[in-house]
């Protein structure tokens, strides 16, 4: 087996449907199996997958979860089940257009040192979404949450996320040229399996958001490079799983684990304060750009901090 493709689902039957389609139009050249697992729909997203199976000659395994173990622990069991020497964990609301899965794992062949790989996401509409960036150290969290939109400062200090879409500059510069990152975007991530040999499965500690850059940091210590390349691309519709800005609380929550596993404590609380300060900010801004429900999400970030 070349490549084992696994994908979680939740709620996102027709998205879902639609990728494994996809998939399979478009993926030739090498012997892969599909790998859905469902984190307890509740939109009959197992009964268009058993259908979708029902139709097609590819193996598509099918694991049922009864509650919802989250991103990191979903994609876990779709790991252990995997037989691939190379895995990707693909979101249940992304489209692949060309045969991507079949090149991408040949360039891999051919660079034995990157353990981790992703390409290029586009919106619907061709519009370039962040995917990926360095690992968030006190001074790019400090960028992130208070001067990052300010034109010229990714250049001084290397960005956690380097796409910042309400600015006036976006930062899409950044994904047009291949270069080695500390993260890249879960949504597209091309795991070697010798590196889940070398470190193990993700951290299931994080239920979503943050977990591949916590994967990444235990890659690269163990020697792997993490890579992003947009010589390939492909359609990410976004946000489908969640409700609008859910992501503020789950995130921050994310960095607080990591900054918990990895970096010394005496940083920990200089961390809490800088997000703090940046969802104080936020709160007027995101309001005053985007409405209450923003307003909302990061006042509510605020308080659990």
Known sequence: MDISLIIVS?????????????IIKNTKGIDYEIIVVDNASKDASVEVLKKLKKGKTQKIEIIENKN?????????????????KYILLLNSDTVIHDNIIGEMTGWMNKRKSIGIAGCSLKNKDGSMQGTGGYFPTLV?????????????????????HPMHSKSFKKGEQFYKKAKELDWVTAAFFLIRKKVVEDIGYFDEEYFMYTEETDYCFRAKKAGWKIFYTPKWEI???????????????QEFEGVKLFYKKHYPAWQYPILRLLLKIGSAGRIVLFGLLEGKGAAKAYAKALRSI
């Not at 939740?10 to 996809?22: M, P, Q």
């Not at 919802?68 to 691939?84: D, E, L, P, S, V």
């Open 235 to 249: 359609t990410h519709l976004g946000g489908a799983s969640g409700k609008k800005m859910s992501y503020v609380i």
């Open 140 to 160: 790019r969290v400090f960028s992130w949450m208070t001067i990052q939109d300010i034109p010229g400062v990714d250049k001084f200090i290397k960005p956690f």
């Open 68 to 84: 919802n173990k989250g991103f990191g622990g979903a994609n876990n069991q779709g790991i252990k089940r995997a037989g691939g």
């Open 10 to 22: 939740y709620n996102t039957k027709d998205l879902t449907r639609e990728c494994i389609n996809s």
